[in-house]
C-alpha cells in the first residue's frame, strides 16, 4: 500500500482515507501507509456522501475499496 500511495503521490493525486475503522486505528494505518488525510468512522452506506462531498468542493474522486461493501461508492466515484 505504501508504495502505490507514493506513486498517487508522485502523480500529482491527493490521497485521502475514507474507511469505515475507528479514527485511532485509521490514523496509525494511514501514517504507515503514507496517506495524510484520514476520514474515519464512515459506514458503508455513507461512503458516496463523503465522496459526493469531495467533488463538491472540486476534487476528482477516484476510489479503491476493498469489499463488497464497497461497490456504491466505487460506482460514484468519476474514475
Known amino acids: 500500500s505504501k508504495a502505490a500511495v507514493e506513486m498517487m503521490k508522485k502523480q500529482g493525486m491527493e490521497v485521502i482515507m ?15 501507509a503514507g496517506i495524510e488525510q484520514v476520514i474515519a468512522g464512515v459506514l458503508p452506506e455513507n461512503k458516496i456522501e463523503e465522496i459526493q462531498r469531495l467533488q463538491e468542493a472540486g476534487r476528482i474522486v477516484t476510489m479503491v475499496g476493498d469489499g463488497i461493501n464497497d461497490a456504491p461508492a466505487l460506482a460514484d466515484s468519476e474514475l
Open 18 to 32: 475514507l474507511t469505515g475503522d475507528n479514527p485511532q486505528t485509521a490514523a496509525v494505518i494511514g501514517r504507515q
